[in-house]
């Protein structure tokens, strides 16, 4: 049974959410501001977090960094804010997911799931035993900054490499596509989306088995990209 936390001012919608996740047998807690959900937080921890961007008392961006400081449940940001850049700050704050108002009750509960799931099959973000991080294709040794394939050398730039070693360390993880360009390029290159799109095309052809249709280096469109361990 997964516990929920509802971060949502808007006391009709919240209470649609509450009870929908509750006729699905979810343990659902309710925060009408920022301050009451990150004491409900720390009271009962959830499993996952919905959070309304715009709250009485503080922002909710504010509140899933207030939250990274210690936990990683997974957020889904639920926003009648649309524009990339409040997408881009939710993600870098540290949310996992974003979806825009209106929506569709389906889409967020698969998207919960999605999240849920991810969560409980992901590794922790430090490196596995060894420093090696292994897929069922390829095995990433994060000590060695090396990559193998089919037991195979897979030669991969430096570029490539700094790209790769964040995703696979955030496993699961939606990963904002400018704060990789960020920490890849440098903050002058934080618009540039064209190197990503080259550059992670790059690594599907040398790592996954269909570059077309990729198992492990996901695109959100809009978004970044995240790596499915």
């Not at 979810?26 to 301050?35: E, F, L, R, S, T």
């Not at 939710?90 to 969560?119: H, I, V």
């Not at 095309?201 to 492990?216: C, G, I, N, T, W």
């Amino acid at each position: 049974m997964t516990r929920v936390l509802v971060v949502e001012d808007d006391a009709q919608l919240a209470r649609a959410l509450v009870i929908n996740l509750q006729a699905r047998d979810q343990v659902v807690d309710a925060a009408p501001d920022g301050a009451t959900a990150l004491s409900l937080a720390a009271a009962e921890p959830p499993d996952v977090l919905i959070v309304d961007l715009g709250l009485p008392d503080m922002d909710g961006v504010d509140v899933i960094r207030a939250l990274r400081r210690w936990s990683r449940a997974p957020v889904l940001v639920l926003s009648a804010r649309s524009g990339s850049e409040d997408k881009i700050r939710a993600l870098d704050a540290g949310a996992d997911d974003y979806m825009t108002k209106p929506f569709s009750m389906d889409e967020l509960l698969a998207r919960l799931r999605a999240a849920t799931r991810r969560a409980a099959e992901a590794p922790a973000p430090e490196p596995v035993a060894g420093g090696q991080v292994r897929t069922d294709d390829f095995t990433v040794d994060l000590v060695a900054k090396k990559v193998k394939r089919v037991g195979r050398d897979v030669r991969v730039t430096p570029t490539e490499w700094h790209l790769l070693e964040i995703l696979i360390c955030n496993p699961g993880r939606l990963i904002s596509g400018r704060r990789l360009l960020q920490e890849v390029w440098g903050p002058s290159h934080s618009g540039k989306t064209n190197y990503l799109r080259v550059y992670m095309a790059q690594l599907r052809r040398k790592l996954e088995v269909d570059p077309s249709h990729p198992r492990y280096l996901i695109t959100e469109p809009g978004m970044g990209y995240r790596f499915e361990p």
